[in-house]
């Protein structure tokens, strides 16, 4: 179809006869979707409220061509487009140490961090419940296979946070995207953030996810192409998002987020316009994994930095019988101490420049308690996924 202007009708009838020669469809097949809201023929119809003008609009951008028709009569609109069910517009995806986590937006899929390779003996039942609630994973792809998630830490896979993460990028992003996207699926753009977005090394492995993948999920063959993708520096978008609600009392001045995730933290400053003051980024030494590090010493687990870690998500702080609350307790003022000491030292020329830190990551609940009666600290809401929704929604 070439490319036409909208126009302006004042006949119902002429504006279906328009409609059909366009978009190649018969009128009668143009009012059985206007009434039936569905798809067909690759058609999406979408039926806007209220609409109050006769109008048929026609656009053809060489990517997907569009037809819009506003009906008074019956006050409703369609809007036809050669778009097919299986185009997404946006993912998102977390890459992290301890939890991967990945959306569209409607759905956030969230799997620890594991990967193991399969062996071809190896059982899997995927009847399981943590196979059925997208916490474990079968995972093929180029020859190789990989159990990823809770199967791949219960098969004591060590944790990521003890490697190199990057070389990981393709089998969690595999196995999280598989719970969002159909079998054969274009998504538009993949979004992902990293501590250091100027870092290649960091960059690379998410930038090599454009183009097409064919690989097996739980037994299903997938077909997926990845049109193009966007790396941001991690915590951009939190601040952003937390700029748009209003969560910083003072935005035309410097603020910041704090990161605190498993593996790595990260504190960074953002300039009222969105531009990361980069000579006072601060990486954070180990994050909640140098915590796990500590208490495992002084109780006897010694390589059980990850299954205390996730005793202290659920809260039951003990692993293998050992009960280590009372370590737990001791440690934790020293280790939170420990943070904000290194961000003062890392700030101390511009301490009283800044106004206002955003805490983020799965593990800003444990530092919440020692923050919350100090106005320069904000906890976010939800904040294991507030970077990635504003990520989403941005």
Known sequence: MNSVRPVLFGKYAQALGIAAEQTGLSTSQIVKLLMENVWGSNLEVILPPDPSLEQLSLIDDTKDTSC???????????????KTKNQISRISFDLGNRFNAITDGKTIINFPSYSLRKSSRQDVDYSTNDFVNDLSFDVSFGGNSFLVGQIAGSFLAKPTFGGDKWKLVKQFFYAGVSGLVPQDAV????L?????????????????????????VNGREFN???????V???????WYRALKEGLYQYP????????????????????????IVRDYDLVLDGATSALAAHIAVEVGLIKSEGQILDAIADGTFAVHAINFKTAYDAILPEWIDDIQTQMRTRWKEIHNQFAQILVVGGSAPIIAPFVQDNPRYVIAPNPQFYALEGLQSA
Do not use: W
């Open 68 to 82: 819009s028709i506003t009906l008074p009569e019956r006050k409703i609109s369609m809007a036809i487009s050669s």
């Open 187 to 190: 998504i538009e753009n993949l």
């Open 192 to 216: 992902c953030t990293v501590p250091d977005d100027q870092d290649e090394d960091q960059r690379s492995p998410f930038l090599n996810l454009k183009g097409v993948h064919n690989f097996t």
């Open 224 to 230: 997926v192409t990845v049109k193009g993708v966007i």
């Open 232 to 238: 941001a520096a991690e915590g951009k978008f939190a």
């Open 252 to 275: 035309k001045y410097l603020n910041g987020v704090l990161d605190l995730g498993g593996g790595t933290a990260i504190a960074r400053l953002f300039h009222p316009d969105g531009t």
